[in-house]
């Protein structure tokens, strides 16, 4: 039972054409809903396979990891900690602590304090950019090297 142009007839109903049209790009609710918990779905697969994987990842790690720590106790700590003395300067320099910024040992030779105290200044001269307090703890060390030196 169709009428001229306004409605249609499906198995006995009948339905306007608005309403008909089967190339809507109008979603249902429920079509919107299916997708979204698809995804909701697929995401939270995503979510877990990541996990897993961590976790097996960690656990192949893990041997790795205490063998590595263990390597690293067995080195020396001069290895990791450079050869800088970490400290301030004492109140009265001592020959332990002028050997220490100069570099050299507290019985080296009066030539060697010289080239020591020689090579350091260069880098640390005040007219080159240097602390003038470093300057004059170089020059106290050495001071205190040479007045100790007989040689």
């Given at each position: 039972m169709a009428n001229a142009g306004s409605r249609v007839s499906i198995e006995g109903e009948t339905m306007r054409y608005a309403e008909y049209n089967s190339q809507s790009k109008i979603r249902s609710e429920t079509e919107i809903d299916k997708r979204l918990g698809g995804t909701l779905?697929?995401?939270?697969?995503?979510?877990?396979?990541?996990?897993?994987?961590g976790r097996y990842a960690f656990q192949l790690w893990k041997p790795l990891?205490?063998?590595?720590?263990?390597?690293?106790?067995k080195m020396p700590t001069s290895t990791?900690?450079?050869?800088?003395?970490?400290?301030?300067?004492d109140q009265k320099?001592?020959?332990?602590?002028?050997?220490?910024i100069l570099g050299i040992s507290p019985t080296s030779t009066k030539s060697k304090v010289r080239d020591a105290h020689r090579s350091i200044m260069v880098l640390n001269h005040p007219d080159k950019g240097g602390?003038?307090?470093?300057?004059?703890?170089?020059?106290?060390?050495?001071?205190?090297?040479?007045?100790d030196q007989r040689r």
């Amino acid at each position: 039972m169709a009428n001229a142009g306004s409605r249609v007839s499906i198995e006995g109903e009948t339905m306007r054409y608005a309403e008909y049209n089967s190339q809507s790009k109008i979603r249902s609710e429920t079509e919107i809903d299916k997708r979204l918990g698809g995804t909701l779905i697929a995401v939270g697969l995503g979510v877990a396979a990541a996990g897993f994987a961590g976790r097996y990842a960690f656990q192949l790690w893990k041997p790795l990891g205490q063998v590595l720590s263990q390597t690293a106790k067995k080195m020396p700590t001069s290895t990791f900690s450079s050869h800088y003395y970490k400290g301030g300067f004492d109140q009265k320099m001592t020959k332990r602590e002028a050997s220490l910024i100069l570099g050299i040992s507290p019985t080296s030779t009066k030539s060697k304090v010289r080239d020591a105290h020689r090579s350091i200044m260069v880098l640390n001269h005040p007219d080159k950019g240097g602390s003038p307090y470093m300057a004059a703890k170089i020059n106290e060390a050495k001071d205190l090297l040479d007045k100790d030196q007989r040689r």
